[in-house]
């Protein structure tokens, strides 16, 4: 692998990892129904630019509908989920708890799509399960009722991605597929409109007591326009150039830049329970990913 093809691998992790800082930003300010649908809709302006700047033909071959019920599966509820998870939770749990996204996937692939569950696969789904109860029991925050429904909806997310990514291959990957930055595109707008009915109703019943200043817009941008439009784009790059075997690599990155970041620019507090519960996920990740199924994408939040 060429040296800018590492490079771009530790940014991407990088961006993704960021995406929990400025969901942690904004979140409390707004609330988690404002935060997630500003950043579906931020991303989905930011890729039919990009869509234009390439005169991308606006084609779904006949798959517009799966591509938005897909949208909401794969985008619009992790969205809302993590939003959630940032009123209570630190960045660095959170970007953690998304690596459980191919335990999850494995899991359901045995249990809803025929997948043969091997040893290994089994274990990694064990000791990831087992890695989130060490960081949600021992990490620097009290277990608490807030802390473990910030938790499961971390893992309600994750469970999203999972069956977003089989039912991907079911809907998309037929016939000749679907542009990918096209479905991207298409599955932001799904998201868009999921959020949109959720969002008036929150503005209805209870508007944010204050829009916030320019960190939280900043937040916002950064969430919508680098976190999700622009890492899509690098993602893709990087699996042309590298293969999906490789770029799996970001997986494993993207909880320290998590981390780092929470601890760098929101001074969360550092704990031994991140070095415990985060190895034994990273250890679970090494042991479903080692066969490698080249279809499953990892995601970010």
């Known amino acids: 692998m060429s ?10 992790a990088a961006i993704w990892g960021a995406s929990f800082l400025f969901m942690r930003v904004a979140a409390p300010v707004l609330g988690a129904v404002p935060t997630a649908f500003f950043r579906v809709i931020l991303a989905g302006l930011g890729l039919f630019v990009l869509l234009l700047v390439l005169s991308v033909k606006l084609d779904f071959r006949g798959k517009f509908k799966q591509v938005l019920l897909l949208g909401v599966i794969n985008s619009g509820l992790p969205a809302l989920m993590y939003t959630l998870a940032a009123l209570v939770l630190p960045a660095g749990y959170s970007a953690i708890f998304n690596a459980t996204t191919p335990l999850m996937g494995t899991l359901i ?5 025929a997948e043969r569950m091997t040893l290994n696969k089994g274990l990694g789904v064990f000791l990831g399960l087992f890695g989130v109860a060490v960081l949600t029991r021992t990490g620097p925050l009290a277990f608490s009722l807030e802390l473990l429904w910030g938790a499961l909806a971390c893992l309600l997310a994750t469970t999203c991605y999972g069956f977003a990514g089989f039912l991907a291959r079911r809907w998309l990957d037929q016939q000749g597929g679907l542009d990918s930055r096209l479905s991207a595109f298409g599955s932001m707008l799904g998201a868009s409109l999921f959020l949109l009915p959720l969002f008036a109703w929150t503005l209805w019943q209870q508007p944010p007591a204050s829009w916030g200043g320019l960190n939280v817009w900043l937040s916002l941008l950064g969430l919508g326009l680098l976190c999700t439009a622009l890492a899509y784009v690098l993602y893709f790059q990087l699996l042309s150039d590298i293969g999906p075997l490789k770029s799996m690599a970001v997986t494993f990155l993207i909880p320290p830049f998590g981390v780092f970041w929470g601890v760098l620019l929101l001074d969360e507090p550092l704990s031994w329970a991140y070095l415990y519960g985060g190895a034994l996920i990273l250890l679970a990740l090494y042991l479903v990913l080692k066969p490698a199924v080249a279809a499953d994408h990892p995601r970010a939040a």
């Open 3 to 12: 040296t800018s093809a590492y490079l771009r691998l530790i940014g991407l």
């Open 109 to 113: 692939g045995a249990l809803f799509f």
